[in-house]
């Protein structure tokens, strides 16, 4: 069983940044690909970011490419979503997920475990 506890979430202007971390349990985090979903209300969970086991592999939703930044550190079992430029439309409830198979996966449906979301809210 794997725990994922998302954190870092919050109310921010345009422009301004945060830094979401997703805290795991589970001894083989390292092995996992991992990724950050987006929920605003009315619309369907989307991707924002997905990283392999090593970093190796990153892929970004279009709409946050160059703004965001996915990286994990896997001796402590965090993975991080650097969230700069930060645009209403940003606003979302952020989840962090879980893949126990390797490889980029861009849907809901390929992740195995989630976190309970953290809401994260920029004002115009």
């Known amino acids: 069983q794997v725990q994922l506890v998302e954190s870092g979430g919050g109310l921010v202007q345009a422009g301004g940044s945060l830094r979401l971390s997703c805290a795991a349990s589970?001894?083989?985090?390292?092995?996992?690909?991992m990724g950050w979903f987006r929920q605003a209300p009315g619309k369907a969970r989307e991707l924002v970011a997905s990283?392999?086991?090593?970093?190796?592999?990153?892929t970004y939703a279009e709409s946050v490419k160059g703004r965001f930044i996915i990286s994990r550190d896997n001796a402590k079992n965090i993975m991080y979503l650097q969230m700069n430029s930060l645009k209403p439309e940003d606003t979302a409830v952020y989840y962090c997920?879980?893949?126990?198979?390797?490889?980029?996966?861009?849907?809901?449906?390929?992740?195995?475990?989630w976190g309970q979301g953290t809401q994260v809210t920029v004002s115009s």
């Open positions: 589970g001894r083989i985090f390292s092995s996992y690909t």
């Open positions: 990283i392999t086991w090593s970093g190796g592999s990153i």
């Open positions: 997920a879980a893949r126990t198979l390797g490889g980029i996966a861009t849907v809901t449906r390929q992740y195995d475990y």
